[in-house]
């Protein structure tokens, strides 16, 4: 991790790292995600499941890791996982995964704080050393600019010491900003940042993939179905099996 990325880190609760996956990597993603995205959820292998109600403007879709050898290329992608190892202080693992699909209409609305506190998303820097206790890395498989609903947060939130004023929409937030990228490009913040995503206006269809990491020795974080199954291990290599493991 940079002097430049850690600097932004800690000033912002992201950074943006550029073309960082392989074209050909995005591309077998998509076509992986091609024959989810109107499939019954009732059909979908375990331990896939939804996440939330499936609707006309999103699909949330857990433990999308496990639908398709493709997506393990992203688990240990070094440039990622030096910004994690960076902010982590400490063991860390990838904890869940999971994507979104969305279209016209759709957003996430505001979530994640620094205050009030919370057990499990925690962000603090000493003597030069961050500690982010979860820390997520956003995968565009397609490019998403700020009409296309894209990644959204508060800079700065992450170390906030008063409550938000404002509401949970996007609309609602004046300092609510959209974080555009492009398919291969990775942006890496803490659960702590208040974030979400913009109100997708142009139509155009969304997809995105999370990989969340956290410390080493929080277990599978369970809520919206998202474990890993006893099988899932024997498909990833040595160095990708220790990233999954208790630690």
Avoid at 18 to 32: G, H
Avoid at 219 to 225: E, N, R, S
Wanted: proline residues 7%.
């Amino acid at each position: 991790m940079t002097e430049e990325q850690k600097y932004l880190f800690d000033l912002q609760g992201y950074i943006v790292l550029k073309d960082v996956v392989p074209s050909s990597a995005v591309e077998a993603c998509n076509k992986s995600l091609d024959r989810f995205e109107d499939m019954p959820p009732e059909d979908f292998p375990s331990p896939l499941c939804l996440g939330t109600p499936k609707t006309e403007k999103e699909i949330y879709i857990s433990n999308i890791l496990e639908a398709d050898t493709a997506f393990n290329l992203l688990i240990d992608i070094p440039e990622v996982l030096s910004v994690i190892q960076g902010v982590t202080c400490g063991p860390y693992r990838l904890n869940h995964t999971y994507m979104i699909y969305r279209w016209a209409g759709g957003y996430s609305g505001l979530h994640g704080h620094n205050i009030p506190i919370s057990s499990k998303c925690q962000y603090h820097c000493r003597n030069g050393q961050m500690v982010s206790t979860l820390t997520k890395a956003v995968f565009p498989l397609m490019d998403c600019n700020a009409e296309d609903g894209c990644f959204a947060g508060i800079p700065g939130s992450h170390k906030s010491n008063f409550v938000r004023p404002w509401g949970s929409h996007p609309d609602e937030n004046p300092v609510f900003t959209p974080i555009p990228a492009n398919a291969g490009d990775a942006i890496i913040f803490t659960e702590a940042l208040t974030h979400g995503s913009v109100v997708n206006t142009s139509g155009r269809p969304r997809r995105t993939l999370y990989y969340c990491y956290s410390v080493g020795y929080m277990p599978d974080w369970g809520g919206q179905g998202l474990v890993f199954s006893d099988h899932f291990m024997e498909s990833l290599t040595e160095a990708q099996q220790e990233i999954i493991q208790l630690k």
